[in-house]
């Protein structure tokens, strides 16, 4: 029996199916399946793997398809790509069902080698699909939720010697500024109402989260003023229409003093407490607020997360502050450090740290 001939309530009484997004590229079969799918799913249509690349690679958290139907092709590089899905630690989570024209004994191997999720073969039982794609989508985890990133199984393994380095050099640094971080906190406290550090939630080094210390530099309530403040975002849009990173230009919730603290950098020195905690070291990429990690979801750019979260990094000492600076550089720099970041790297970084310190631009 045909879907069309069945309805919704006889499927699955409990949900309303057109909000499971379907994520389809079996052309061979589209004639067959594509109409039949469309009256329960809201389909995703490409043809190619590349296509459903590209696709992922647009998408958020939030907009990630729920189930990716995919077509074995003849060379069996259906198999490569979930390989590659498999390896990053959002989109590993996602049904993958996998379609065949013929039955072979090998394919079945690779699916099961692969931990996908079903295989089906020619003739095509379009109930059973469905029944199936409803059962994964409401038992299983598709999309985490950014308050749960931190349950991700994923780890990174600091290595000892950057440890160690980071306890003695946080710990020596605290001790001896620890006048300047007294008077900076009064000042802070005297000029305008509201704590003296600022803390938000972070995230890290494998989508971990954390609260994220620094001088409080704004106004109470700064936060809530962002949205109506986007025309001075730094990062340019002209590649997708919307940016990831927020970084505003001549910012108006800056108090007089966190102006001055901000252009010398030391409102971030509260963020050695946390590189002695071990939520982050000195250095690495910087951890991000959730609103910009939720962004990062594609599997071109998860890799800034897959290094260390730190206090300074490449793009500290590279492009800070400088106007022209565009989104995809900084990305490209994160995902260059976390593939590449050794000992004489950090020492790199942290020797071109104090020349770029002193901010250029009021960003």
């Given at each position: 029996m045909?879907?069309?001939?069945?309805t919704l309530?006889?499927?699955n009484s409990d949900a309303n199916h057109k909000s499971i997004t379907l994520l389809y590229s079996a052309p061979s079969f589209s004639d067959e399946l594509l109409p039949q799918f469309a009256i329960f799913f809201n389909v995703k249509n490409?043809?190619?793997l590349q296509d459903v690349d590209v696709f992922l690679n647009e998408q958020s958290i939030y907009t990630l398809p729920d189930v990716i139907l995919?077509?074995?092709?003849?060379?069996?590089?259906?198999?490569e790509y979930?390989?590659?899905?498999k390896k990053n630690v959002l989109l590993k989570g996602l049904v993958i069902v996998l379609l065949d024209g013929k039955t072979d004994p090998k394919v079945r191997e690779l699916a099961m080698?692969?931990?996908?999720?079903?295989?089906?073969?020619?003739?095509f039982p379009l109930n059973d699909i469905c029944e199936r794609i409803f059962f994964l989508v409401k038992f299983k985890l598709i999309k985490p939720q950014l308050s749960d990133l931190s349950n991700i199984d994923f780890t990174y393994q600091m290595p000892l010697g950057k440890r160690l380095f980071d306890i003695a050099a946080s710990g020596f640094a605290l001790l001896l500024i620890s006048p300047l971080l007294v008077v900076v906190g009064i000042i802070i406290a005297l000029e305008s109402k509201g704590a003296v550090i600022f803390k938000s939630k972070r995230v890290g080094t494998g989508y971990k989260i954390f609260d994220f210390y620094k001088f409080r530099s704004m106004r109470t309530g700064a936060s809530e003023e962002l949205v109506q403040l986007s025309d001075l975002n730094q990062y340019d849009k002209s590649e997708t229409g919307k940016t990831t990173f927020v970084k505003l230009k001549n910012d108006p919730r800056i108090t007089?003093?966190?102006?001055?603290?901000?252009?010398?950098?030391?409102?971030?020195?509260?963020?050695?407490?946390n590189v002695l905690k071990g939520d982050m070291s000195l250095v690495g990429n910087r951890p991000l607020p959730l609103y910009e990690a939720e962004m990062l979801t594609s599997n071109e750019w998860t890799m800034r997360f897959l290094g260390p979260a730190g206090l300074t990094g490449l793009w500290q000492v590279s492009r800070r502050g400088k106007a022209d600076m565009s989104e995809r550089?900084?990305?490209?720099?994160d995902n260059f450090y976390a593939h590449n970041h050794s000992f004489w790297l950090d020492i790199k970084i942290l020797l071109k740290t104090l020349p770029a310190l002193v901010q250029k631009e009021s960003v």
């Amino acid at each position: 029996m045909y879907l069309e001939n069945m309805t919704l309530s006889e499927v699955n009484s409990d949900a309303n199916h057109k909000s499971i997004t379907l994520l389809y590229s079996a052309p061979s079969f589209s004639d067959e399946l594509l109409p039949q799918f469309a009256i329960f799913f809201n389909v995703k249509n490409v043809d190619t793997l590349q296509d459903v690349d590209v696709f992922l690679n647009e998408q958020s958290i939030y907009t990630l398809p729920d189930v990716i139907l995919l077509e074995v092709d003849a060379e069996k590089k259906c198999f490569e790509y979930i390989a590659k899905l498999k390896k990053n630690v959002l989109l590993k989570g996602l049904v993958i069902v996998l379609l065949d024209g013929k039955t072979d004994p090998k394919v079945r191997e690779l699916a099961m080698k692969h931990k996908v999720n079903d295989l089906y073969v020619a003739p095509f039982p379009l109930n059973d699909i469905c029944e199936r794609i409803f059962f994964l989508v409401k038992f299983k985890l598709i999309k985490p939720q950014l308050s749960d990133l931190s349950n991700i199984d994923f780890t990174y393994q600091m290595p000892l010697g950057k440890r160690l380095f980071d306890i003695a050099a946080s710990g020596f640094a605290l001790l001896l500024i620890s006048p300047l971080l007294v008077v900076v906190g009064i000042i802070i406290a005297l000029e305008s109402k509201g704590a003296v550090i600022f803390k938000s939630k972070r995230v890290g080094t494998g989508y971990k989260i954390f609260d994220f210390y620094k001088f409080r530099s704004m106004r109470t309530g700064a936060s809530e003023e962002l949205v109506q403040l986007s025309d001075l975002n730094q990062y340019d849009k002209s590649e997708t229409g919307k940016t990831t990173f927020v970084k505003l230009k001549n910012d108006p919730r800056i108090t007089k003093f966190g102006r001055f603290i901000r252009k010398y950098s030391i409102d971030e020195l509260p963020q050695l407490f946390n590189v002695l905690k071990g939520d982050m070291s000195l250095v690495g990429n910087r951890p991000l607020p959730l609103y910009e990690a939720e962004m990062l979801t594609s599997n071109e750019w998860t890799m800034r997360f897959l290094g260390p979260a730190g206090l300074t990094g490449l793009w500290q000492v590279s492009r800070r502050g400088k106007a022209d600076m565009s989104e995809r550089e900084r990305k490209k720099l994160d995902n260059f450090y976390a593939h590449n970041h050794s000992f004489w790297l950090d020492i790199k970084i942290l020797l071109k740290t104090l020349p770029a310190l002193v901010q250029k631009e009021s960003v």
